[in-house]
Structures are given as C-alpha cells and as structure tokens.
C-alpha cells in the first residue's frame, strides 16, 4: 500500500468517525456591526436553514433577499424578534424616486410587524385598483386605510423633496399589510403608482416626517411554538455559533477554535485543582491516537 493510498484511508476513516469535530464552518459572531444570533448566521450551514436563503453577509453587509431585489439590514432586535431593513429605491422626506414596490417570498419566514406602514405615492386616481370598491379587480388588494391615510400623505407630501413634485394628496394612499402575511405582494406597476414610503415609527414625532423611521420591520419565529432551541442557547453562552450540517441538517455548535462540536463549546471548568477534558479536547486525543494507529500498522504490513 502507498502513500496516497494511505492517506485516503485516513481520511476516509476519520471522516467516518468524527465528522462533527473535523468539519468547521466559517461562522462570525458579527456580520459588520450588527451582532449574529440564532436564528441568522453568516452563511450556508450557520443559523437556522429555513433563514439561511434569506439572509446574507457578503462583505460585512448583512442584506435580505427577496424575488424584488436585496435590502440592507439595519438592525436586528433579538428580543423582540424583529428584523429591520431599509429599502435604497423607495421614498423618504429626504428623497423622492420610482419604485417597484416590495415584496415578501411566500416560503419566507416572515411577517410585516404591526407598526409597519406603506405609503403608496403618486397613485392613479381614476385606474389603481386600490381606489375601486370592494369586489371586481379590487378583490386582490386591500382598500387603503383612508383612516389615517389623509395625516400620513399631508406630511409625507410637506417634505420639500415631494413639494417639488406638486401631487394632490388624494394620489397619496396608506397600506397597511399587517394581516397579509408572508405572500404579500406590492406591485406599484399593478396599482398605477409611481413610488412608496415605508416606517415602522414615528420616533415620538408624529408631525415631523423628518423625524419618522423609514424602512421595513418584520417579525420572524423560531419555530412553531416560538421555543428557542437550549442546545443552541448552550452553544451561545459558550461563545459558539448555532449552525448545521448534513442531509438532515444536524445541528452543530461552530467554536471559536474552528471546531465544531454536537453540544457547546465548553473550555472546561476547575475540577479537583485541575481542568476538566472538553468533548472536542478528547475527540482530537482520540483523532491523534487513531492515526498514529493507522500509520504503525502500515508500516508494520510493509515491513
């Protein structure tokens, strides 16, 4: 037996025996400022799989993907689960532009948070079908919420950048998609309007749109019963990162070590004046013996 043959056994071997301890996944606990904690990660195999095709940090840019296009990721509220994300193409009373519009993927773990608001702009008054009565082609979007819609247009269309633009407010319309859930579409194309504002606060000053949060807040899950997962809480205090592995997406704690362990990444504790021996400590012990093993025997065979 040669070498290369030698090696491949080894390999092979080990791959076999220890998987989770020799397969380290490239896991950051930071995503440029923004802290990473279950359910995102930083790639393919951390966080959570059903977030994963979702959420993305490339180049210290933490971003949310739809089938609309990629929004920044501002901000991430881990206690209240709330995911905030501005959109570079929309509206603001600093700025005005077209827009397509946005859109939440049907299979996306996600929900609009209550307090987010859209303000659908320069809008068709005698076309959109946002302005026709319930029934007929309005029966695949929501009436606008003439309610609160008249304060909100008012100072949206104040702001110096949309004065410009010198709309009636009546083109003007608040959307407010709280209880559409995860399939919601907003295609300025079907709706006859030229742009959209989004905020999810007023920063306690209703009068000031200067002042408002633009963006998206969405809420998110971890699961059905909103149960966070204790393996993956131990991996965390530990400094690990949740991630998963395999055909059935195996959950796998990423150490700082680079290793990546089954339960956490435990460093030991003071133990009869000495250190207690970490699960992954004693599985690369058990990796060293197993080769040196290996590599005796064959050289017992040749000789």
Known sequence: MNFKNSSTLISCILLLIFPSLISSQACQRFCGNIPMKYPFGTGPGCGDPRFQPF??????????????????????????????????????????????????????????HDETVFALLDCSTDSSPIYQSN?????????????????VCSLLYSCQAMSRLNLPTSTCCVYTPVDLGPSFEMDLEKLHCTSYSALYGFNGQDTNPQAWKYGVALKYKFNFNNDY???????????????????????????????????????????????????????????NALVWFIIVSLMYDQA
């Open 135 to 151: 029934g007929g082609m309005n029966s695949t979007f929501p009436l606008c919420d003439s309610s609160q819609g008249d304060p």
């Open 55 to 112: 959420i993305t940090c490339n180049n210290q840019q933490l971003t949310f993907k739809t089938h609309t296009g990629c929004y920044p990721v501002t901000s991430i509220d881990y206690n209240s689960q709330v995911l905030y994300i501005s959109d570079p193409s929309m509206s603001t009373c600093a700025c005005t532009q077209p827009s397509k519009g946005f859109s939440l993927d049907w299979k996306a773990p996600f929900n609009f």
């Open 229 to 287: 997962p204790e393996m993956c809480a131990s991996c965390e205090k530990t400094n690990g990162v949740c991630g998963y592995c395999g055909p059935y997406n195996s959950f796998i704690c990423n150490c700082p070590s680079g290793v990546n362990t089954t339960t956490d990444c435990f460093l030991g504790v003071p133990w009869s004046n000495s250190f207690r021996t970490v699960p992954w400590q004693t599985g690369l012990l058990l990796i």
